[in-house]
């Protein structure tokens, strides 16, 4: 299946409430989640997946920005061995992974400097601030669907911009909208019952509750 990791986002803020008023009770710190809405846009070229949830964060640091790559928020660490050198697919250890675009980065750049090899890498969960995962119902028992396996190799986490930019923060809520565009989802799951998990994080890294979309089928949920 292409292109499955093509997404884009909608932020709709309800309000946004002046820093100098403290926030109300139920607005928390770790970010507050809850589930709004699931569609599939069947279109002429990839068709659309989308989940939308409301939020509510008492500092508003939600959202990160492309230029948001030094860490905590830089995408991959490089693997290294006990001499500090950087593993290479030609001399891996056997411990190592086959290759795949999960585990390993071809002429990457480290350190400002580009590496003219394929390094083994470990993908950083916190280069991404909302997370999804998918479930099939099989015999009544929903088994998680695992894009990282093959022959996939990918996943659906994925980043949504910064919703304010005062440093001070600010409380906030609204919702998102992440839409993720495929070829492949009737293909894939046809006539199956499924279930979406969402989780989002704030520049923190506090990590929201996980919500749950209803179980659902595409005909079920699909739009004009």
Known sequence: ?????????????????????????NFPTVPEISFKDIR???????????????FKD??????????????PFNPVTFRRDNGGNLIVYSTRPNDAPSF???????????????????????QNPNHNNIFIKFFIKRNGV?????WQDPPFFTTFNGRFPRIVNNAN??????????AMLSFGWTSIFRTDTL??????????LNRSNLVSSPEVTLNQIRKP
């Open 40 to 54: 599939f846009v069947p279109t002429e070229g990839s068709d659309s997946l989308i989940v939308s949830v409301n």
């Open 195 to 204: 279930r979406i998990d969402v989780e989002i994080q704030d520049r923190a």
């Open 58 to 71: 008492a500092e508003g640091d939600l959202g990160l920005n492309p230029t948001d790559i030094d860490p």
């Open 1 to 25: 299946m292409s292109n499955v990791r093509k997404y884009f986002v909608l932020i709709s803020l309800i309000s946004i409430l002046g820093s100098c008023i403290s926030p109300p009770e």
């Open 169 to 178: 923060g600010q409380p906030v809520e609204g919702s998102i909208q992440y």
């Open 142 to 146: 929903f088994t998680e669907f695992r």
């Open 100 to 122: 795949n675009p999960i585990d390993w980065q071809i002429n990457p750049i480290v350190n400002n400097v580009r590496v003219n090899d394929t390094i083994w890498v470990e």
